[in-house]
């Protein structure tokens, strides 16, 4: 248990599907991301949110939206996703820049 | 452009014996390195760090060894034991991205009784 908690643990979505990936964290950190991992890929960073404000967009594209209502909860919004967004999809959270960062669990989306 | 590289996708070990895994970088602007293990259908799981102020840092059985001249860490996992085996990643991050993490591909590693 890293205290970071995302649902759902799987999603199976079809292209034309509006869904949402949430993530808690019970940690008191300022940051959250967004990461995603694709077979045989390293994680890649998408989003960073500090204090609810985002702080880098890694040229993600627009049918991935994010949210941060406040410092705790995180939002990953999905609209006409592409089966090759397939991925394993995680959250992150972490006191300040250059410390540790916290995951979550992940979501194991599937687009089909 | 890979930043970060683990060149082993894979380590076999016998338990009790030492593990070695590396992690090479190309971005000189790296000032934080960070070791996560990750077993399957898990999140990553934060191992250990090391700021380019040190070029060691120690945790139980785990060491982590900086050099900052050949841009090269590693891992040393002593004794290695059944439990260790997974995926290991290294992390780098630095500059002036703010917390943004950047991972090696990953090594498996795999410890024999």
């Known amino acids: 248990e890293t205290g970071v908690t995302q649902t759902p643990r799987h999603l199976v979505m079809g292209m034309t599907n509006k869904k949402s990936l949430k993530c808690e964290q019970h940690?008191?950190?300022?940051?959250m991301y967004w990461y995603k991992q694709s077979a045989k890929k390293p994680l890649e960073l998408m989003f960073v949110?500090?204090?609810?404000?985002?702080?880098e967009n890694n040229s993600v594209p627009s049918r991935f939206s994010p949210e941060c209502p406040n410092s705790s909860h995180l939002f990953l919004h999905l609209h006409t996703l592409q089966p090759e967004d397939s991925a394993l999809y995680l959250c992150a959270s972490s006191r300040n820049k250059n410390t540790e960062a916290f995951f979550g669990q992940g979501t194991r989306l599937t687009v089909v | 452009d890979q930043q970060v590289k683990q060149n082993s996708p894979s380590l076999s070990v016998q338990e009790g014996r030492i593990s070695i895994l590396n992690c090479d970088y190309t971005n000189s602007m790296f000032d934080y390195f960070l070791w996560y293990k990750k077993y399957p259908a898990e999140g990553p799981t934060f191992l250990i760090s090391i700021s380019s102020i040190k070029d060691k840092n120690e945790d139980g059985r785990f060491t982590v060894f900086l050099n900052k001249s050949a841009k090269h860490l590693s891992l040393h996992i002593v004794p290695s034991q059944p439990g260790d085996s997974a995926v290991y990643f290294c992390a780098a991050s630095g500059g002036t991205s703010y917390g943004k993490l950047t991972f090696g591909q990953g090594t498996i590693l795999t410890v024999h009784p």
């Open positions: 940690l008191g950190h300022n940051a």
């Open positions: 949110y500090s204090l609810e404000e985002r702080v």
